[in-house]
Nanobody, 119 residues
Framework: QVQLVESGGGLVQAGGSLRLSCAAS????????MGWYRQAPGKQRELVAS???????NYADIVKGRFTISRDNSKNTVFLQMNSLKPEDTAVYYC?????????????WGQGTQVTVSL
């Protein structure tokens, strides 16, 4: 099994920045791709950013140019740097990991961390 633990969420004003972290433990040799999803109240969970074992990244159009995903394999950690935050970025952010190079159907999920962006 793989355990994912997120940290770094919180309350920030519009235009501000936050950095989310997700530490993986357990059978981490199984992990190829990692990513971040988010779910706002009343909305479906959506993929925000992903990074595979080749460090290839992908972003949702709505966060391109503002969010940056990275991973540190020596620490089994993936990060999401979020800049120029907007109120519509408010959501619970979930770390995800998969046993394939695509993160569209994650095998593992974190518990989620709340990000709230105020005006």
């Amino acid at each position: 099994q793989v355990q994912l633990v997120e940290s770094g969420g919180g309350l920030v004003q519009a235009g501000g920045s936050l950095r989310l972290s997700c530490a993986a433990s357990g059978s981490i040799f199984r992990i190829l791709a990692m990513g971040w999803y988010r779910q706002a109240p009343g909305k479906q969970r959506e993929l925000v950013a992903s990074i595979n074992s080749f460090f290839t990244t992908n972003y949702a159009d709505i966060v391109k140019g503002r969010f940056t995903i990275s991973r540190d394999n020596s620490k089994n950690t993936v990060f999401l740097q979020m800049n120029s935050l907007k109120p519509e970025d408010t959501a619970v952010y979930y770390c995800a990991a998969g046993r394939s190079e695509r993160i569209t159907a994650p095998d593992y999920w974190g518990q989620g961390t709340q990000v709230t962006v105020s005006l």
